[in-house]
């Protein structure tokens, strides 16, 4: 998006700067030419001047002269206004490129600091979960070691009573032994 926004604000930029160079080169245009019209108006008018100066100054030349003036004065005038308008158009144009750019610095800010605001309770979740189960897996070990213990005391009760009951029968059996012993010798004798 932000390759977009760019690429459709450096077209505009070169649209613009095309109109502004077009308007440029029309003025400059315009320019040369009525700077050539005067030119030849001038050397018209000296041509005229010279030949009229020979003979006596009239109201009629003068008021050609301060008509010539005026003209010169309005095309200063008009190319001065022209300056200031391509000046104004140029400001214009910088303030509105430093305001996209400033609304798109800070449209990324927000979206970067939302990214790292969620990227955090993520981590946060993550530890706690992790934490969570590292006391589960700690718990069921604890309750496993105490199973297996009480499993392996009672395995070895069993044991000791099956070794105290066959201790007890071979106690048995030797007393049948010599019971039956006993007996046969009775018997025999």
Do not use: P, W
């Not at 245009?29 to 003979?55: G, P």
């Not at 003036?69 to 001065?80: D, H, P, S, T």
């Amino acid at each position: 998006m932000k390759k977009e926004v760019s690429h459709s604000i450096r077209m505009k930029e070169r649209q613009e700067q095309r109109q502004r160079e077009t308007i440029v080169r029309t003025n400059v245009r315009e320019q040369k030419q009525a700077s050539a019209r005067i030119r030849r108006y001038y050397d018209e008018f000296q041509v005229r001047m010279k030949s009229r100066l020979a003979k006596k100054k009239s109201r009629e030349e003068q008021i050609f002269r301060e008509l010539f003036n005026e003209g010169l004065e309005i095309q200063k005038n008009r190319i001065a206004e022209i300056r200031k308008y391509c000046r104004e158009k140029r400001e214009a144009r910088n303030a509105q490129q430093k305001n996209e750019v400033e609304s798109l610095e800070n449209y990324y800010r927000d979206q970067f600091a939302i990214l790292a605001e969620a990227v955090d309770k993520e981590k946060n979740e993550v530890e706690m979960s992790d934490k969570a189960q590292a006391l589960a897996l700690e718990k069921m070990k604890n309750e496993l070691r105490s199973k297996l213990e009480s499993d392996i005391r009672l395995l070895q009760s069993q044991l000791v009573e099956n070794d105290d009951a066959v201790y007890f029968r071979h106690l048995e059996a030797d007393k049948m032994r010599k019971q039956l012993q006993t007996a046969l010798f009775k018997t025999q004798v």
